[in-house]
């Protein structure tokens, strides 16, 4: 009988290729299958043996080609015929990423998992724009909330808890209702001034930023016309963002061995 293989759940970061993490990119070579999602770039993805049988399952907020019990049973399959599979995911795994829930499904199936973590896309946002989460003086800590509702149902988030000025607020997948996340927050008495940025495509060449407040948001992001997946920071912070430029020195940074060896 076929000894089953296991699955490794990597996170390939937030989209530059040198964010993915050593460990992310031993085990992508390792990879007899790839089974990557839509968030992951096309230069990561490079990466993969080239004898690997690759297999996109990407999803999008308005279309699901391959549904997660999809993804799950392709998972088991090719793991119960004795593979490596690597399951690539954007950012981290266990952030909004359904990692656990993929490790789960396998585990009661008998088949092993390991991580591999990913920068997720608030801190590649962070570090490109040189605003920080948290920062001494304006913000102690940070929440990373989703703004994504399921069809029909109304956005329920514990607002209070969110409208907080001492805390960083992260908003992933938030576009489509960053209006009614702007008045929950001040409904709850977060000022309209609150300054607000939203990053498209951060630590990727196509990366756009958009600076605005609370009472405006919804209005900018409109106009803006910001291409996905987009990520907001909503806080304190985000004064610093004109304060602190970043100079982007990586492009002038000899290539790095451990890629440039198999690339
Ligand atoms: N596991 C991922 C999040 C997946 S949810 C992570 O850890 O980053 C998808 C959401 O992530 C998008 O709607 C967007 O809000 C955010 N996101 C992912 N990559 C991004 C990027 N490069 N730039 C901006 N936002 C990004």
């Known amino acids: 009988m076929t000894q089953p293989g296991k699955v490794f759940l990597i996170g390939a970061g937030p989209g530059a290729p040198d964010l993915m993490t050593l460990r992310a990119l031993h085990m992508l070579e390792a990879a007899d299958v790839v089974v990557y999602d839509r968030l992951v770039s096309a230069d990561i993805i490079a990466f993969a043996p080239s004898d690997a049988k690759m297999v996109p399952v990407g ?3 308005q279309c699901h080609p391959v549904t997660q019990d999809r993804i799950n049973a392709i998972l088991l399959d090719e793991a119960r015929a004795g593979r490596i599979v690597a399951r690539l995911k954007g950012g981290d795994p ?5 990692g656990s829930e993929e490790a789960a499904y396998l585990a009661d199936h008998g088949i092993s ?3 591999a973590p990913g920068i997720t896309a608030a801190q590649g946002a962070s570090c490109v724009t040189g605003v920080p989460l948290t920062h001494r003086g304006l913000a102690t800590g940070v929440q990373y909330v989703t703004g994504h509702r399921q069809a029909d149902t109304v956005l329920d988030l514990d607002w209070k808890r969110l409208a907080n000025p001492d805390t960083t607020l992260v908003v992933y997948m938030g576009v ?3 209006g009614q996340i702007a008045i929950g927050l001040m409904t709850e ?7 607000v940025m939203a990053v498209a495509q951060a630590t990727t060449p196509d990366e756009t930023r958009l600076v605005s407040r609370l009472d405006r948001i919804a209005h900018d992001i409109r106009d803006a016309e910001m291409s ?5 920071i909503i806080g304190r912070v985000v004064s610093l963002y004109a304060e602190l430029p ?6 002038n940074l000899p290539p790095l061995r451990a890629i440039s060896a198999n690339a």
Do not use: H, Q
Request: charged residues 15%; aromatic residues 10%; negative net charge.
């Open 94 to 98: 266990l952030i909004f990423g359904r």
């Open 59 to 61: 999803k999008s907020p």
């Open 228 to 232: 996905a997946p987009v990520l907001f």
């Open 189 to 195: 008495g977060l000022s309209e001034s609150t300054p």
């Open 176 to 178: 489509a209702n960053i």
């Open 246 to 251: 970043v100079a982007d020195i990586t492009a």
């Open 113 to 115: 998992t390991e991580y």
